[in-house]
């Protein structure tokens, strides 16, 4: 467990997650080993120079993309001017002397520009890089193709370690609502691992401080092709794990699909992150934060609102082959799809949900191809084991569906706090189990719920 304490009221956690959620998150940049310095000028610079100082610095993408570098080298664009096309990139850093890729000459971030690539940014079978101070976009005519700003590729790879992306701008990126890891996929930042020959993986990622906005598909994500294991038996290839990933501190908005999401996580922590408006241009069902194929994942400290109602957007959702998952100081607000689904798929298992500390404020229920979804939706065909969901606030003056169980998978519900809509909000769940809550403006309580603390 971690050292944060915990408060002993459901509405001492609110306050807890308002104040925290809007603290905003320093991350320092450590020294590194001293490697070579080459300069990018797009504007004024010669490929034909040797790169190695500001008054000798090469012109293009292109160039940087044809050399290969070493640990600790940095490639440094001129801070304000746009380079047109793609960065790509060779060469492999360490944890130690990473290579690094950021802005020189002024405070303005250099400016990328992928005119309709696949990626703008893409490292590809490389590690050991931190991308730091840099704005990047991708923007050309919809034609139905999935682009993705920042995308980080290891196909057949094995381990590759170490990778940073810090304050960076992530931004109008023209792709679709195409996600997972056997498809082409667009996105704000996504880092994959592919393949079938070698396992393949991350050991090391942070993405921090940094801004997403105008993407589809996904915002921020990890996802891998190395997924089968016992809770998803349907994958395909060996399991290979994801460790020490974090993602904190980031700020997305106008996003077409998912906001974050990490699959095979070994105990990521997604945290301090604000999702504002998601799943804006989506076919399909999307959340704000979740975790998926995952192990002992933590997000906290989050704040997710204006997901979409059509298809329904919940703020939260605990999903398919994930096992000892916790959402914990979290604040969903003004989200049409809901707060949180309870929802694995055929396929997938997912055992140990902990739900605990958060707010749900004016979350709204969902009428969507004749059926509600209320703000707290449970049933996605297959039964999930050992969920707790306690010390919460959910409150709501324009759901009247607020919980609604649609399948057999039973939710401890305690020592939460339930304030429905005027005239009441509905709580459907002959399933669960629920004790010590105060209800108010709930039409009819659990009967199961023999000690209320408070009820009206």
């Known amino acids: 467990m971690r050292s944060t304490r915990i408060p002993r009221t459901a509405a001492a956690g609110a306050a807890m997650v308002l104040t925290l959620c809007a603290t905003p998150l320093a991350v320092a940049g450590p020294a590194y080993a001293d490697g070579r310095q ?92 931190e991308l730091r101070n840099l704005d990047v976009s991708d923007t050309t005519t919809p034609d139905s193709t999935a682009r993705t700003g920042i995308y980080v590729l290891l196909s057949d790879y094995g381990t590759g370690s170490h990778y940073v992306i810090d304050n960076v701008n992530v931004h109008d990126v023209t792709g679709i609502d ?95 992150n604000v999702v504002n408006g998601f799943g804006l241009r989506a076919t399909a069902y999307h959340s704000g934060v979740w975790v998926w194929n995952s192990d002992k994942a933590v997000m906290e400290y989050n704040e997710v609102s204006h997901g979409a109602s059509a298809p329904p957007m919940m703020a939260f959702d605990a999903d398919g082959a994930n096992s000892d998952v916790t959402y914990q100081y979290n604040y969903s607000h003004d989200n049409g799809g809901g707060f949180l689904a309870f929802c694995t798929a055929p396929g997938q298992l997912s055992d140990g949900v902990v739900v605990r500390y958060n707010a749900s404020v004016n979350d709204h229920d969902a009428s969507y191809n004749g059926f509600t979804f209320p703000v707290i939706f449970n049933g996605c065909g297959v039964t999930m084991t050992n969920l707790a969901f306690y010390g919460n606030t959910v409150h709501t003056s324009v759901a009247k569906a607020l919980i609604g169980n649609y399948g057999q998978s039973v939710v401890n519900y305690h020592d939460n706090v339930f304030v429905g809509a005027p005239g009441g909000s509905t709580i459907t769940d002959p399933v669960s189990t629920f004790k010590g809550n105060v209800y108010y403006n709930i039409t009819q309580v659990p009967a199961g719920d023999k000690s209320p603390v408070y009820k009206r």
């Open 178 to 272: 195409s996600t997972g890891p056997d498809n082409e996929d667009s996105g704000g930042i996504v880092l994959k691992a592919a393949g079938s020959a070698k396992p393949t993986t991350f050991d090391g990622i942070t993405v921090s401080n940094s801004t997403v906005s105008g993407t589809d598909g996904y915002g921020i994500a990890t996802e891998s092709q190395w997924s089968k294991r016992d809770l998803f038996p349907g994958g395909e290839n060996t399991y290979v794990p994801m460790t020490n990933v974090r993602i904190t501190g980031n700020r997305l908005s106008n996003q077409g699909g998912d906001g974050i999401v990490v699959q095979n996580g070994a105990a990521p922590r997604i945290d301090h």
């Open 38 to 129: 080459y300069y990018v000028d797009c504007s004024a610079g010669d490929d034909s120079a040797d790169g190695t100082s500001a008054t000798t610095a090469w012109r293009s993408l292109a160039k940087v993309s044809r050399t290969t570098f070493g640990p600790g080298d940095s490639v440094l664009l001129r801070s304000g001017v746009t380079c047109n096309g793609v960065l790509a990139p060779q060469g492999s850093g360490t944890a130690t002397a990473p290579i690094t890729v950021s802005t020189y000459g002024g405070n303005a971030r250099a400016f990328l520009a992928g005119g309709g690539a696949r990626a703008t940014v893409y490292l590809h079978n490389v590690q050991g890089w």
